[in-house]
């Protein structure tokens, strides 16, 4: 069994910053590619960043330049640094993660259960 789980979220002024923490746990074998989604009310759930095992990374043009994934592979985490936060970065933020489970031979995609992130003066 494997777990996804994020903390960091709050309530911030516009152009404030928060730090986003991912945590994997469970029979792990590997994670590969660790991503960044967030949902706002009303709108799809998009890709805000993402993160290869060899530290490629990916970001959506909104957020280029004021986010920064990183992680800790021994840790089993992932992080999303974002500064100059704006009112439409508003939104439930969901950390998700290919993982390969125990003796399983390929990977599946998990889900964190999503953190509040509102930015509003």
């Known amino acids: 069994q494997v777990q996804v789980e994020e903390s960091g979220g709050g309530l911030v002024q516009p152009g404030g910053s928060l730090r986003l923490s991912c945590l994997v746990s469970g029979s792990i074998s590997d994670i590969y590619s660790m991503y960044w989604f967030r949902q706002a009310p009303g709108k799809l759930r998009e890709l805000v960043a993402s993160?290869?095992?060899?530290?490629?990374?990916y970001y959506v043009a909104t957020v280029m330049g004021r986010f920064t994934i990183s992680r800790d592979n021994a840790k089993n985490a992932a992080w999303l640094q974002m500064n100059s936060l704006k009112p439409e970065d508003t939104a439930v933020y969901y950390c998700?993660?290919?993982?390969?489970?125990?003796?399983?031979?390929?990977?599946?995609?998990?889900w964190g259960q999503g953190t509040q992130v509102t930015v509003s003066s």
């Open positions: 998700n993660a290919d993982v390969r489970a125990g003796d399983s031979t390929k990977p599946k995609n998990f």
């Open positions: 993160i290869t095992n060899s530290g490629s990374t």
